[in-house]
């Protein structure tokens, strides 16, 4: 029996409110005579009515259900209600009411969203296991497997305690138990939501302690499944408990703006409605308040608000294509913003939600936001997963031979249940889905497939390659995002396309360092199970410098060597096939460019005596010929040796230092000296100075450098700005 209830209010009712206020929520959805709970317990306890006769209990429960459903199977609903009241009867709420009128008014919140008769059925019998002799046993043998199912999900929900001090073994198991039926966890948001409806008489502490779990648990996974009814409704009832001070402020300016002799949003309201009546597109055109956590939000955000602040313009037509016919009229007859519009029909969030969204701007300067779906696209706006019906009924002629199926369920719902199988322990479980819970706002990617990546704001392209490739992405070595290379920390936006270059090297690791660019679940519980099961590997990874100097003599810096100046000069052995027009100096080629045959080149007298050689295209060679150096001809002699300094851009994977000077070493070049910069970004940038036996070595050692994997760029050193 649930603790949580006590004095019944209306439904839709906040505690606080204002008498004689309309609330947003209660003029979001199609007005519904309200239910007198007293009246039902009346009804209640008069006994079910005679077999075969509807109880008058349930005839608001029946009106909403055929609303949606006009041809449902009503029996089932008798039936239920019958052994619900049976069952409960002599049991009291803390208000005095009989029981039976917290599942029956759970019951009707489904209704009015539209779920299907199974699940209204399962809500009637809801509490009956956990709180009456009836067992499930029976529940299947009057009423099938699926109530069966159903119910027995919603009273292991009850049994879990998900408060504060919530085992995260216990919350795991509770999810689990949401994410094999999305219609368990839409039943007990129904039931959340009634019992906080009712719970004006609870000592304060209580209150606060039942609000505080359903703002970070329950409102989140409202979201996920889409049902805004439930969610928008049950953070206003939050808003009102935790922040009663706010709260009654944004209340009053709700009513101050209801009793304004001028609305903005009925005069955009209009003209809309002309516009599309003139262009013969059947639409029907509402004005849809912002419930009260909404305007709480934007009032912090803009400060004083106007009239269109407090709600948007709803346009609801018939066929998909008419959303964009509505949308070309609205754009080529008002004034669009076009920066606020988005499409949701052609890319769905992660919730099934599907709109268009627009605002038109006002002579006066405000602004109205627009909102343009089908009938069908509102109805699961509102009710998310509960409007899809029964999503694990097989279709006609294609038998699934008892296993149950899910091809409606939410992507993130089907994610849920990877991330608790793979986390390595409760506690990394119940952090990351914490982490998880708290993003209300997710991005689209695209594929270069065309296929789509939902992912929350924030995600990098970590996210993204363990999104596309599960735990393979331990091989993604880069990706190109919006065609050009970027690192595995490049924060994705909406819209961006991403190609993730992958490794071919089956053992694969995933850096360490990967876990600070990972904000979902799926990428760091992998990354961590990985590290968690190769301590050895792991351990290495930050040690691979040491590991790479020992195997082949080079020493990577931890900190990179200040650049030479451009007149430092390489090292004397390099120079013996170039030849200066300056009897008697010593010839040595400049750091900065690092000549080699057939580069054309020029020099410059220094001190000592000396002739330092430049490519003719190196910046210092402008800058000294602008401070008056005079040049010294030199020219390339026979000799075939040659020195030269590259650059190589890659990113970050175990083991590449050692891949990318064995790959030089295979090609004939002598490492002579050898900066590793520490990583930025996934991104780490080497400079080598190799001795090769001639000049034509060259393009073979850079090709030979590009093709390990992660590098993606090998290049001759530029010259650094230094002065001379």
Sequence with gaps: ????????????????????????????????????????????????????????????????????????????????????????????RKSGEPYITHPLAVTLILAELGAETTTLTASLLHDTVEDTDVTLDQVRDQFGEEVRYLVDGVTKLEKVDYGAAAEPETFRKMLVATGNDVRVMSIKLADRLHNMRTLGVMRPEKQERIAKVTRDVLIPLAERLGVQALKTELEDLVFAILHPEEYAHTRELIVRNAARADDPLAEVADEVRGVLREADIPAEVLIRPRHFVSVHRVSRKRGRLRGSDFGRVLVLVNEDADCYAVLGELHTCMKPVVSEFKDFIAVPKFNLYQSLH?????????????????????????????????????????????????????????????????????????????????????????????GTLGLPEGATCVDAAYAQYGEDAHACIGARV?????????????????????????????????????????????????????????????????????????????????????????DRSATGNVHADLPGATVRLARCCTPVPPDEITGFAVRGGAVTVHRVECAAVARMKDGGRAEVGVRWGEAAECRVTLVAESFVRPHLLADLTEAMASEGAEIVSATVEPPTQQQVRHTYTVQLPDAGHLPGLMRAMRDVAGVYDVSRAQPQPQGD
């Design 1 to 92: 029996m649930s603790a949580e209830a006590t004095n019944s209010v209306s439904p839709g009712q906040m505690p606080g409110a204002v008498s004689g206020a309309v609330t947003p929520t209660a003029t979001r959805r199609k007005a519904r005579p309200r239910i007198d709970l007293r009246r039902l317990g009346r009804a209640a306890l008069l006994g079910p009515a005679a077999r075969g006769r509807l109880p008058d209990a349930i005839s608001h429960v029946v009106e909403a259900h055929r609303a949606h459903h006009p041809e449902a199977d009503l029996e089932p609903l008798r039936h239920a209600y019958v052994l619900a009241e049976s069952s409960h009867r002599g049991q009291m």
């Design 358 to 450: 627009t605002a038109v701007a006002r002579e006066d300067g405000q602004v109205v936001e627009v909102l343009i779906r089908t009938h069908q696209m509102h109805k699961v706006a509102e009710a998310g997963v509960v409007a899809l019906g029964n999503p694990y009924a097989p279709a006609p002629d294609d038998p699934v031979d008892g296993e149950r199926v899910d091809p409606t369920r939410p992507g993130w719902l089907s994610r849920l249940l990877d991330w608790q199988e793979a986390a390595p322990d409760p506690d990394h479980f119940w952090s990351t889905l914490r982490e998880d819970l708290a993003q209300d706002r997710e991005i689209t990617v695209f594929r270069p497939d065309g």
């Design 482 to 570: 919006n065609g050009r290379l970027a690192t595995l920390s490049t924060v994705l936006k909406d819209g961006d396309t991403v190609q993730l270059l992958m490794g071919q090297d089956p053992a694969s690791e995933p850096s360490r360092e990967w876990l600070e660019h990972a904000h979902t679940p799926a990428a760091r519980i992998a990354i961590q199970r990985w590290l968690t099961a190769h301590p050895a590997q792991a351990e290495s990874q930050q040690s691979e410098a040491r590991i790479a100097e020992n195997r082949t003599g080079v020493r990577p810096a931890d900190v990179p060597e200040p650049d030479a100046a451009p007149d430092q000069p390489a």
